[in-house]
């Protein structure tokens, strides 16, 4: 399959994507709950990555998506541990003998991908790598579908998906969430930092909402905190969750771009 280069454009495309990604909210309890298994495996994931230098939630990502965040099976393509993979790329690991740990499976798949610290592990990098890794084949052949193995359960994704290899349909949903929303609700929660996403500065501010942990009652008081959501996540580095509810998040938001934590924080 052809190959698609990290170019300005390119990456302009998936900053832009990533901004705009709004988890469904009918997903949004789905997507917290392998957020939190990713989570609760970090550091068996640094571990795995560390020799290479590799962030541990790219691996997570990964395991998530080729793997369902099962430990008995390859990172390569999800095939068992107990035999070299059968499935595309096929004979992995080509040393060693099975049964295959997870730890010496993982590493060759990142390995065979080319993944080190010298990798771009930038915002746009780790989207680019993220799609790298299942193909080409949704921007190349389907220009119109956003790759779900990326957007699916957000706002980007609707339909369309390859149903086998080399078998396309339309209609089709993929119900697996995608990498990059995964990756936008850790953001979200501050799990994960980007290297490229410099400290925010500050600008004129919407009208500022009072600190709640809850969703306030007022439908007006609702699209103000919506509203100021919104401008916060304008800023490089701040990706909050647009809800309505002016919580402890938001507030820690607002106060890396003024300095300030929102009214009502015991913190201020």
């Known amino acids: 399959m052809p ?14 994507l990533f901004e705009s990604c709004v988890i469904r909210p009918e997903r949004a309890a789905a997507v917290d709950a392998i957020v939190a298994k990713l989570q609760a495996q970090q550091t068996r994931y640094q571990q795995a990555g560390q020799s290479l230098r590799i962030p541990w939630y790219f691996v997570a990502l990964i395991h998530n998506m080729e793997a369902s965040l ?20 096929k004979g992995r690991p080509k040393t060693g003998a099975p049964p295959f740990t997870w730890e010496f499976s993982a590493a060759d ?29 949704y921007r190349l052949y389907h220009a119109h579908v956003l790759s779900p ?21 339309d209609t089709a949903r ?3 969430c995608g990498a ?8 979200e ?15 004129a501010a919407p009208l500022v909402s009072r600190h709640a942990r809850k969703k306030p ?37 607002y106060q890396k771009v003024t300095g300030n934590f929102l009214p009502g924080d015991p913190r201020s």
């Open 3 to 16: 190959t698609v280069n990290l170019t300005a454009a390119l990456r302009a495309e998936y900053d832009r």
């Open 109 to 137: 798949a990142l390995s065979m991908k080319g993944l080190s610290a010298d990798t771009d592990w930038s915002l746009a990098g780790l989207l680019y790598q993220l799609e790298r890794y299942n193909g080409w084949g």
């Open 174 to 176: 993929s119900a697996q």
């Open 189 to 203: 929660r501050g799990i994960v930092q980007f290297q490229d996403q410099p400290a925010p500065a500050t600008s």
């Open 70 to 89: 099962d430990f008995t099976r390859h990172l390569h393509n999800g095939d068992p541990l107990s035999a070299r993979t059968v499935q595309v790329p």
């Open 217 to 253: 009652s007022s439908a007006e008081a609702v699209a103000r905190a919506e509203d100021l959501q919104r401008w916060l996540n304008t800023f490089p580095g701040i990706f909050v969750k647009v809800d309505g509810a002016p919580g402890d998040k938001t507030s820690e938001a």
């Open 149 to 169: 193995y990326l957007w699916s359960f957000s706002s980007h994704y609707t339909s369309g998906k390859y149903v086998a290899d080399g078998t396309w349909s």
């Open 180 to 187: 990059a929303v995964l990756l936008r609700r850790m953001a």
